[in-house]
């Protein structure tokens, strides 16, 4: 799975990089070396405007951890971090917004965690490792989002209405799967367009643009055990663990 990444690049720069037609300054959010489930996060998507109806690309925060529309409460998010790309499609809370509903997440990289059986009078833990392009390239997340009604509030009320967002993920490959049996799926630049159009909805036509980020060619370290706790950031979560057991 993907539970934790980091996402420092601007908006600025964002709107740049993804050809952003669409976004409001006043939204704002802070680099995160710590993104955790139900934080907001920078997504792109598309969406026709109401007024031209022209397809308008924008960049704008979403909540990480999907709420289907049809959900009672928006806490089932925190459980929906992730949607498998072997079903995502079929299953009731994807398969809408897998239909029309896609959107990118930036992403410098992401973090993994091998248990350490305790030894030598130390405890067991969780090691966290960093996992991000060799190349330093910005990985474009495959995600889905969705709306969903707060029946408690009214209409004109703007908390009534949560976006949300999920990213889909795979069966590990190359140095990746050496750290966790699942790892995110991406998107090249050449098929943004093709990804976002909320008019395709051929199924095997978009599941032929998933791919395994910068090709499977990550750079894989382990880091401080600082990361293990959501309330930690900065970028010295990103130095390397001298001390940390080698990978099997």
């Given at each position: 799975m993907c539970g934790r990444f980091v996402s420092t690049t601007g908006p600025q720069d964002l709107v740049s990089l993804f050809g952003v037609t669409r976004?409001?300054?006043?939204?704002?959010?802070?680099?995160?070396?710590?993104?955790?489930?139900?934080?907001?996060?920078?997504a792109v998507l598309e969406r026709l405007d109401r007024d031209t109806g022209e397809l308008a690309r924008q960049l704008r925060p979403l909540r990480w951890g999907l709420v289907p529309s049809w959900a009672k409460d928006p806490?089932?998010?925190?459980?929906?971090?992730?949607?498998?790309?072997?079903?995502?499609?079929?299953?009731p809370a994807f398969r809408k917004a897998f239909a029309t509903r896609r959107c990118l997440l930036p992403a410098d990289g992401?973090?993994?965690?091998?248990?350490?059986?305790?030894?030598?009078?130390?405890?067991?833990?969780?090691?966290?490792?960093y996992l991000t392009p060799a190349d330093n390239s910005l990985m474009a997340m495959a995600a889905l989002y969705e709306f969903w009604r707060d029946p408690t509030r009214p209409d004109h009320d703007p908390l009534a209405w949560l976006t949300t967002t999920t990213v889909i993920t795979t069966q590990a490959r190359d140095d990746a799967g050496r750290v966790h049996d699942r790892m995110p799926l991406t998107i090249d630049q050449d098929d943004f367009a093709t990804w976002l159009d909320p008019a395709l909805t051929e199924t095997a036509e978009l599941r032929s643009l998933l791919r395994t980020p910068a090709d499977g060619h990550l750079t894989v370290r382990p880091v401080s055990t600082a990361v293990n706790s959501v309330r930690n950031n900065?970028?010295?979560?990103?130095?390397?663990?001298p001390d940390a057991p080698p990978l099997a």
């Open positions: 976004w409001d300054p006043a939204e704002t959010l802070d680099p995160s070396w710590n993104v955790a489930p139900t934080d907001p996060v920078w806490s089932v998010g925190a459980r929906m971090i992730n949607a498998r790309s072997e079903t995502v499609h079929e299953k992401y973090y993994e965690w091998v248990a350490i059986a305790a030894a030598e009078g130390k405890k067991a833990y969780k090691q966290p490792y900065g970028a010295q979560l990103l130095d390397e663990a």
